[in-house]
């Protein structure tokens, strides 16, 4: 495996290699421009920073425990499997590292108002969270089936004081929320701030949700060096916009590990039926940024699909796309089934409820686990926990 | 001159401002739309600005979104737009069309395919709303030039100095965005709109134009009396979208054409 340089990115524009940049309509550029240059302050701003570091160990939880799943890895007989436990930080997923760094930035430019785009609800329920902690107003962009498929989520970011709108153009998922989100914050730019929820979007988000993100891979890093006094052979995580996977795979990118990024294949990518950008786009341009994408010759978006509504997405973050073209990161996917059967092995084997997106990630290691020596050791990022999908779940397993 | 050009000389001439006329290429079908095109082109608008339909507009307000939905089942791409251009300039010889899209579309076909495309099918300029200046290096490292204007977007967010920045790159003319939201959006700020223009002129000689939810004959007045040309876009799309099943549905864009242009008369 070859040294990797690719802490140098992105570039001063934002650009990662020949991904990423900033594709969006002039009215906001302005805020992107001031977004960065607060982005950079606050780098330096031990104020700041500290009071980040504060809330993510008393409000978030962290360090998040690094578990080793035991009769897991017995049961599939091969490497040592750990689970880096995002699904324990508050509120139930990796989101809030993203959402407390982005609402404390926004009080420090000055905006009271939030928005969001969420598939999962994960992300919304992370900003309601954060605007309730704050005092600030917020308005989630929901797509109408992630409403009905992600009901308990709904209910939480109620709960919390948030306006969830319901976007209903597309298929109703994380794309047509995004889209809803980006054209609400064309109106409404001089005084909201929009908080992304993956290394998605027009610069300096990707950059910036990776910056929030990288987080989970230090803890594990050092947590797994401190356990088993060496490295792991490879790591997994699932990969919708990918910012649980990047937060995991940068602390690691320099180091002798396999990297491995998890698409959601839905029903099958020969059926068409899938999110998996990586795997089968090309080359676009979607939501402000220039990545992989899922469209058709005439270069219009194509509809994802995938039981998992975090992953139901047909872009990446461009720093995926760059990873990919590096060859740094190997990117598998994961069907709907397989995901099922991954949540239920890890509910009945360790009395763990995975969210149905990390469920990919945990499918594609009990695949790469027997192939493995008991020596070997593999981390999953665990992203969230699946509370929210018992219905969907309910519904495929009938119970 | 260009076809841009020579069209501002000869409103100056007449003491007129421009009619720009926005339509979704395609929309309610390939055929109607021809049709509908060519009966706003003969009631005397100025400058059709022709949009390529996009599967995620974002952008746009509700009113532009769906017609990209109607175009986009109709069987509306690029390719197709590029068809449509050539068809319109065989029956008008002397408007100046601007192709109007998001960036995907044209990244899809290929930048240098899609320059030589649109200027042997008789297009006069290109305006890609999002493509800030940041990001048009790929897209003006190939650019052939005088033979086709590349139009800039300002915002009302756009502070002088960028705006500057952004004139020095432009072509053919500027569109002034009249308001900090997407296409449609209403409540007009006129007191605003002369702020910006005024702001503009400073920087910049080419001709304005200001869009962006403006829907009436008297906003169109109003906004004439400070702007070089007036573009309507969601007004027209809303009558396409309440009037398509009707035969005469371009007989009634006409009239409205007829309408706006009338309020464009400084005299
Ligand atoms: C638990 C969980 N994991 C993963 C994802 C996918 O997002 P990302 O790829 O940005 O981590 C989501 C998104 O909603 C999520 O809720």
């Known amino acids: 495996m070859n040294h990797f340089e690719s802490k140098q990115y992105p570039d001063a524009k934002g650009h990662f290699g020949p991904y990423g940049g900033r594709y969006v309509s002039e009215t906001l550029m302005p805020a992107l421009l001031e977004l960065e ?22 409000y978030v939880g962290r360090p998040t425990p690094l578990f080793h799943a035991k009769r897991l ?16 930080a508050h509120t139930g997923a990796h989101k809030i590292n993203n959402t407390l760094g982005q609402a404390l930035l926004a009080r420090w430019i000055g905006k009271k108002k939030v928005i969001a785009e969420t598939g999962a609800g994960q992300h919304g329920v992370a900003t309601a969270t954060v605007a309730a902690l704050f005092g600030m107003e917020c308005r989630v962009f929901m797509g109408v089936e992630d409403i009905a498929r992600q009901a308990p989520n709904v209910q939480r970011m109620k709960l919390l004081g948030a306006e969830v709108i319901p ?5 109703g998922t994380l794309k047509d929320a995004m889209n809803e989100a980006m054209r609400y914050w064309v109106g409404a730019v001089r005084d909201t701030f929009y908080v992304i929820g993956s290394v998605a979007g027009p610069h300096p988000y990707p950059e910036m949700v990776r910056d929030f993100q990288k987080v989970i891979g230090e803890e594990t890093r050092s947590q797994i060096l401190e356990e088993q006094g060496k490295l792991p052979n490879m790591i997994v995580a699932c990969v919708g916009g990918g910012s649980n996977s990047m937060g995991l795979f940068y602390a690691f990118v320099n180091d002798p590990v396999e990297i491995l990024g998890v698409e959601a294949a839905g029903k099958g990518i020969h059926s068409g039926k899938h999110a998996a950008t990586i795997s ?6 979607l939501h402000g940024s220039k990545s992989y994408v899922l469209q058709d010759e005439n270069g219009q978006i194509q ?6 509504a975090g992953l139901d997405y047909p872009g990446v973050g461009p720093e995926h796309s760059f990873l990919k073209d590096s060859g740094r990161v190997r990117y598998v996917s994961i069907e709907d089934g397989q995901a099922l059967e991954a949540f239920q092995m890890l509910t009945t084997l360790e009395g763990i409820i995975p969210a149905l997106e990390s469920s990919h990630a945990v499918a594609q290691a009990m695949i790469e686990a027997p192939r493995r020596s008991k020596n070997d050791i593999i981390v999953v990022n665990l992203s969230g926990r699946g509370d929210k999908d018992l219905g969907i779940v309910g519904q495929h397993l009938k119970f | 001159m260009n076809r841009i050009a020579e069209t501002f000389e000869k409103l100056r001439q007449k003491k007129e401002k421009a009619l720009v ?4 290429a395609g929309d309610p079908n390939i055929s109607e739309s021809l049709t509908l095109i060519a009966a706003m082109c003969e009631a005397g608008l100025d400058i059709l600005e022709l949009g ?9 307000g509700p009113v532009i979104q769906r017609s990209s939905v109607r175009a986009l089942a109709k069987g509306a791409s690029l390719r197709r737009v590029l068809e449509m251009t050539r068809d319109i300039r065989k029956k008008f010889a002397d408007i ?16 240098k395919a899609f320059y030589k495309a649109a200027q042997e099918n008789g297009a006069d300029g290109v305006l890609v709303v999002d493509l800030p200046p940041e990001e048009s290096d790929e897209m003006t490292e190939a650019w052939p030039g005088n033979a086709l204007s590349l139009i800039r977007l300002i915002a009302p967010t756009t502070p002088v100095e960028r705006m500057k920045h952004i004139a020095a790159s432009a072509s053919g003319f500027i569109y002034l965005v009249s308001k900090t939201g997407v296409t449609g959006s209403d409540g007009l700020d006129t007191g605003d709109i002369a702020f910006h223009t005024k702001n503009l002129r400073s920087v910049t000689s080419l001709p304005i134009c200001v869009g962006f939810g403006i829907s009436t004959a008297a906003e169109v007045a109003v906004v004439a009396s400070v702007a070089d040309g007036v573009v309507i876009g969601s007004a027209f799309e809303r009558l396409i979208e309440e009037n398509m099943d009707k035969p005469e549905l371009a007989s009634i864009v006409a009239e409205n054409v007829r309408k706006y242009k009338a309020a464009t008369k400084m005299t």
Not at chain 1, 40 to 50: A, V
């Open chain 1, 37 to 58: 240059s607060a982005y950079r302050d606050i780098g330096d701003d031990p104020g700041f920073q500290h009071e980040l570091q504060e809330l993510l160990y008393h």
């Open chain 1, 73 to 88: 890895s017995a049961h599939l007989g091969g490497a040592s499997l750990y689970l880096k436990r995002e699904d324990l």
């Open chain 1, 167 to 171: 976007v209903s153009s597309g298929t």
């Open chain 1, 280 to 285: 089968a786009g090309s080359v676009g341009v």
């Open chain 1, 303 to 308: 509809e994802a699909h995938s039981i998992s």
């Open chain 2, 21 to 24: 006329g926005f339509v979704t």
């Open chain 2, 52 to 60: 390529v339909p996009f599967s995620d507009p974002t952008a746009d």
């Open chain 2, 96 to 111: 100046p069309i601007i192709l109007f899209s998001y960036y995907n579309p044209i990244h899809a076909y290929g930048n």
